[in-house]
């Protein structure tokens, strides 16, 4: 779709463009109608255009789940700039242009939001039950009298297992010496050194003051009374 340079330095509001759907090459998909219609508002800054805009279209989808044809509403939103700047904002989807030119084309813009806002899984409706995998009647309009289906697949064997509440034993677990030696158990009591108290000469811990007269080092530093 083309828009002319003449028209986006009028900075038109709300205005009305008429296109043909083949224009932005979606060959894919088909569209109720070829034309198409897009809602588009321009205002312009330092040789920057602003354009926002919205375009609601119908278009012909296929259900994948029953191959049915459906149509589906496209619904979107624009928001872009039109700009001769290298360092144009980063905020938006940046159309490049120089002064020569006559006509500016939208129709990468347009594509690329169709593809962004088109759904992944495609269904004419969320509980689509889909095509019957033994007759392939359209289970959404019709039932069948087909059974579950069986699938010779590997993973079939597995259903077949039965587990009878028989479990093997396992090895007991060994444990390094290194391990083994830093178990609780082998933690022992060490005896406790004491030295004379040379003032009293009763019995206390190495460096510490003597709990029975208070000394330590030849003079008082504990009030024992």
């Not at 119908?58 to 624009?78: G, M, P, Q, V």
Request: aromatic letters at 12%; one cysteine or more.
């Amino acid at each position: 779709m083309k828009i002319l340079f003449s028209e986006l330095r009028k900075n038109f509001k709300n205005k009305t463009f008429t296109f043909n759907a083949d224009d932005i090459d979606l060959q894919e998909v088909k569209f109720k109608n070829n034309l198409q219609k897009l809602i588009l508002s321009v205002s312009s800054e330092n040789e920057e255009y602003y354009v926002i805009g919205k375009i609601s279209s119908i278009y012909i989808e296929t259900c994948d789940r029953c191959l049915h044809d459906f149509e589906k509403a496209w619904n979107s939103s624009l928001d872009f700039i039109i700009s001769s700047k290298k360092n144009a904002s980063n905020n938006y989807d940046v159309i490049s242009f120089n002064q020569t030119q006559e006509f500016i084309n939208i129709s990468d813009i347009l594509r690329d939001h169709f593809f962004i806002n088109r759904p992944y899984k495609k269904l004419c409706k969320i509980n689509c039950k889909g095509l019957c995998v033994e007759c392939g009647i359209n289970l959404n309009n019709n039932t069948c009298e087909c059974g579950p289906s069986y699938m010779d697949t590997p993973w079939e064997k597995l259903k077949k297992i039965k587990f009878l509440g028989v479990f093997m034993a396992l090895p007991k677990r060994r444990q390094s010496k290194a391990r083994g030696r830093k178990r609780r158990t082998h933690y022992k009591a060490d005896n406790v050194n004491t030295s004379k108290c040379p003032q009293c000469g009763e019995f206390k811990l190495p460096h510490r003051a003597c709990p029975n007269c208070g000394y330590y080092k030849g003079r008082p530093v504990l009030n024992v009374n």
